[in-house]
Nanobody, 126 residues
Framework: QVQLVESGGGLVQAGGSLRLSCAAS????????MGWFRQALGKEREFVAAISRSGGRTYYSDSVKGRFTISRDSAKNTVYLQMNSLKPDDTAVYYC???????????????????WGQGTQVTVSS
């Protein structure tokens, strides 16, 4: 069992930056691929970014590539999402998730994630 707690959301102007954090409980953090998803009001949840167990591989959606960076700190059992050049379209609830899957092809698949956090709101004003 893994418990995930997100933090770092808030209100920011377009062009600004935020860093989200996701703290994981338990001693098995390094056995999970970690991902970030988001859900805007009235829309389906979508993949944002993921990072492999070792941190050596990262995956991004086209909409955030070049603006967002995912990283993980195994000593702190924490995964981060650095978000730069934010746009109003980035407004959403952001969720952290943990996956046991080892297949790179499944990194963006919501159904392959086993544990989810409660989410943190990010609002980007124009």
């Amino acid at each position: 069992q893994v418990q995930l707690v997100e933090s770092g959301g808030g209100l920011v102007q377009a062009g600004g930056s935020l860093r989200l954090s996701c703290a994981a409980s338990g001693r098995t953090f390094n056995t999970y691929r970690m991902g970030w998803f988001r859900q805007a009001l009235g829309k389906e949840r979508e993949f944002v970014a993921a990072i492999s167990r070792s941190g050596g591989r990262t995956y991004y959606s086209d909409s955030v590539k070049g603006r967002f960076t995912i990283s993980r700190d195994s000593a702190k059992n924490t995964v981060y999402l650095q978000m730069n050049s934010l746009k109003p379209d980035d407004t959403a609830v952001y969720y952290c998730a943990a996956s046991k899957s080892l297949l790179a092809s499944q990194a963006a698949l919501e159904g392959q994630y086993d544990y989810w956090g409660q989410g943190t709101q990010v609002t980007v004003s124009s």
